[in-house]
């Protein structure tokens, strides 16, 4: 009987390493093929409209005057606002640098650009998690559910496809989860300074809260081998580059300007212990919400993570405990950090959020790895394998209905406003988006809100006063 079983097992597991890289593949094709899809279909609303312009900041600065300026059409005048940016407003030089382009690059390159640092994102924080890309090849069910998660079924999900929060959040993510992978998979001990330094860097100009976590999380990390002897003193030097780009983001004149100025000057006046409130319930939100289906799947990793630790302790005892906290510390004190740092330093917008939800699933995930005993691993992977086929087709019948009502409205509206500029008008009337046009990730208050196109920004945007039909 022992026999037989262990026949089953080789034969899954060979069966499971033949298929499951090519259910990752289509994996990352639909789920990004969704997401470039609503890229170039979604209309820019907010905060993307007025990175066209390069004052457009002026609307959160009290001290500047309320004109939007030229409209952005060079990468000279780009990097003229990221300096406007830093001056006067932020430190998050390389989010800024993206943001401000907004104008210079074309619509279908920025999609393109967003769906790829979305997928890439996912990718990385599982690489963390499992240890090498390679590993990673085989959990297409996992990184279906983290993609799912983080970038379609969450709170507010509709500003992450905005390009200004791809810019100022996502690609800085980018930035300092390409850093983290390359400084804790491998031999720690055997990393090259150069391409640390340079890669630290660009982590640290990003975007300054997750710069601090990165410095956080690594910080740890590197005083948990020096105490335990696997790296020199020496190694700190590795850092240098996080360390100075992280000071050249975090005290830019625009940190301690913006202060002064709008919705910071009121947050800043608040207690700290409130400050902290909103900071806990912001993280909370972003884990528990999003709508029945999400909670219940959380709900269920969660629970399943606590049973499979009860089962290791039952079997191992205290050391089994000892082991797992080993693993997953530093990210349990990076989820921590990123509740203070976000109380302290800035708003805590839902939509921020990324590398906590990473923080968090890294440490599920890692946990799971630990308490799953490998004679149970070719079984699971075999469910997980057809739990994820059913998810991605799940996924796809479920939103491709709004999607195309969604495209077709919005190359309606498109198509009219083309040809009232082209003809002269001064305003124009355009459909609304139908509630089967609307799905999770768009955002119906600023897409049939007349509000929003009486704004001077959209008029200036489009070039014409858009008014939406009451139909």
Same mark, same amino acid.
């Given at each position: 009987?022992?026999?037989?079983?262990?026949?089953?097992?080789?034969?899954?597991?060979?069966?499971?390493?033949?298929?499951?890289?090519?259910? @990752?593949?289509?994996?990352? *094709?639909?789920?990004?093929?969704?997401?470039?899809?609503?890229?170039?279909?979604?209309?820019?609303?907010?905060?993307?409209?007025?990175? @066209?312009?390069?004052?457009?900041?002026?609307?959160?600065?009290?001290?500047?005057?309320?004109?939007?300026?030229?409209?952005?059409?060079?990468?000279? #005048?780009?990097?003229?606002?990221?300096?406007?940016?830093?001056?006067?407003?932020?430190?998050?030089?390389? /989010?800024?640098?993206?943001? +401000?382009?907004?104008?210079?690059?074309?619509?279908?390159?920025?999609?393109?650009?967003?769906?790829?640092?979305?997928? &890439?994102?996912?990718?990385?924080?599982?690489?963390? &998690?499992?240890?090498?890309?390679?590993?990673?090849?085989?959990?297409?069910?996992?990184?279906?559910? %983290?993609?799912?998660? $983080?970038?379609?079924?969450?709170?507010?999900?509709?500003?992450?496809?905005?390009?200004?929060?791809?810019?100022?959040?996502?690609?800085?993510?980018?930035?300092?989860?390409?850093?983290?992978?390359?400084?804790?998979?491998?031999?720690?001990?055997?990393?090259?300074?150069?391409?640390?330094?340079?890669?630290?860097?660009?982590?640290?100009?990003?975007?300054?809260?997750?710069?601090?976590?990165?410095?956080? %999380?690594?910080?740890?990390?590197?005083?948990?081998?020096?105490?335990?002897?696997?790296? /020199?003193?020496?190694?700190?030097?590795?850092? @240098?580059? %996080?360390?100075? !780009?992280?000071?050249?983001?975090?005290?830019?004149? !625009?940190?301690?300007?913006?202060?002064? =100025?709008?919705?910071?000057?009121? $947050?800043?006046?608040?207690?700290?212990?409130?400050?902290?409130?909103?900071?806990?319930?912001?993280?909370?939100?972003?884990?528990?919400? /999003?709508?029945?289906?999400?909670?219940? &799947?959380?709900? +269920?990793?969660? *629970? %399943?993570?606590?049973?499979?630790?009860?089962?290791?302790?039952?079997?191992?005892?205290?050391? /089994?405990?000892?082991?797992?906290?080993?693993?997953?510390?530093?990210?349990?004190? +990076?989820?921590?950090?990123?509740?203070?740092?976000?109380?302290?330093?800035?708003?805590?917008?839902?939509?921020?959020?990324?590398?906590?939800?990473?923080?968090?699933?890294?440490?599920?995930?890692?946990?799971? #790895?630990?308490?799953?005993?490998?004679?149970?691993?070719?079984?699971?992977?075999?469910?997980?394998?057809?739990?994820? &086929?059913?998810?991605?087709?799940? @996924?796809?019948?479920?939103?491709?209905?709004?999607?195309?009502?969604?495209?077709?409205?919005?190359?309606?509206?498109?198509?009219?406003?083309?040809?009232?500029?082209?003809?002269? #008008?001064?305003?124009?009337?355009?459909?609304?988006?139908?509630?089967?046009?609307? !799905?999770?990730?768009?955002?119906?208050?600023?897409?049939?809100? #007349?509000?929003?196109?009486?704004?001077? +920004?959209?008029?200036?945007?489009?070039?014409? =006063?858009?008014?939406?039909? =009451?139909?």
């Amino acid at each position: 009987m022992v026999i037989y079983y262990r026949k089953m097992r080789d034969k899954i597991e060979s069966y499971n390493k033949r298929i499951t890289p090519y259910l @990752f593949a289509l994996c990352i *094709l639909v789920l990004s093929g969704f997401s470039l899809w609503f890229l170039l279909v979604r209309e820019p609303i907010g905060d993307d409209i007025m990175g @066209f312009f390069d004052k457009g900041i002026s609307f959160y600065l009290d001290e500047m005057d309320d004109t939007l300026g030229e409209r952005i059409t060079t990468v000279n #005048q780009s990097f003229k606002t990221v300096w406007l940016i830093y001056t006067t407003w932020s430190g998050r030089i390389i /989010g800024y640098i993206f943001n +401000a382009l907004s104008g210079v690059l074309p619509e279908g390159i920025k999609a393109i650009i967003g769906t790829g640092v979305l997928a &890439a994102n996912v990718l990385l924080v599982l690489t963390i &998690a499992y240890g090498s890309i390679r590993e990673v090849l085989y959990h297409p069910f996992i990184y279906t559910v %983290l993609y799912l998660v $983080m970038y379609w079924y969450r709170p507010e999900g509709y500003y992450e496809y905005m390009w200004t929060m791809i810019s100022v959040y996502e690609i800085p993510l980018l930035f300092c989860l390409v850093f983290c992978v390359y400084m804790i998979n491998g031999d720690r001990s055997k990393k090259e300074l150069w391409p640390a330094f340079f890669l630290g860097f660009f982590a640290g100009i990003s975007n300054e809260i997750c710069a601090v976590l990165t410095v956080s %999380l690594l910080g740890i990390i590197w005083l948990s081998d020096l105490l335990k002897k696997r790296i /020199g003193i020496k190694s700190i030097l590795l850092y @240098f580059g %996080l360390f100075a !780009g992280t000071v050249i983001n975090v005290f830019a004149p !625009g940190n301690f300007n913006r202060l002064n =100025q709008s919705h910071d000057e009121s $947050m800043h006046t608040m207690p700290l212990l409130l400050r902290m409130k909103n900071s806990l319930g912001a993280h909370k939100n972003i884990l528990i919400s /999003g709508g029945t289906t999400l909670r219940i &799947a959380i709900a +269920a990793i969660i *629970l %399943l993570c606590f049973g499979l630790v009860i089962k290791y302790l039952v079997n191992h005892g205290i050391t /089994g405990l000892k082991d797992i906290f080993k693993e997953i510390y530093p990210y349990l004190i +990076a989820c921590f950090t990123s509740i203070v740092v976000w109380g302290c330093m800035s708003r805590t917008p839902t939509y921020g959020l990324s590398f906590w939800l990473a923080f968090v699933y890294v440490t599920i995930i890692k946990t799971l #790895q630990f308490t799953i005993n490998d004679n149970y691993t070719s079984l699971l992977k075999s469910v997980t394998t057809i739990a994820c &086929a059913m998810l991605v087709a799940s @996924f796809v019948l479920m939103n491709s209905g709004w999607m195309i009502k969604h495209t077709d409205t919005s190359l309606s509206r498109q198509r009219l406003i083309n040809e009232a500029v082209s003809n002269g #008008q001064k305003s124009v009337t355009v459909p609304r988006y139908s509630d089967d046009a609307l !799905g999770r990730i768009t955002d119906p208050d600023c897409l049939n809100g #007349q509000l929003s196109y009486d704004d001077d +920004a959209y008029r200036a945007y489009y070039g014409i =006063q858009i008014n939406l039909s =009451q139909e």
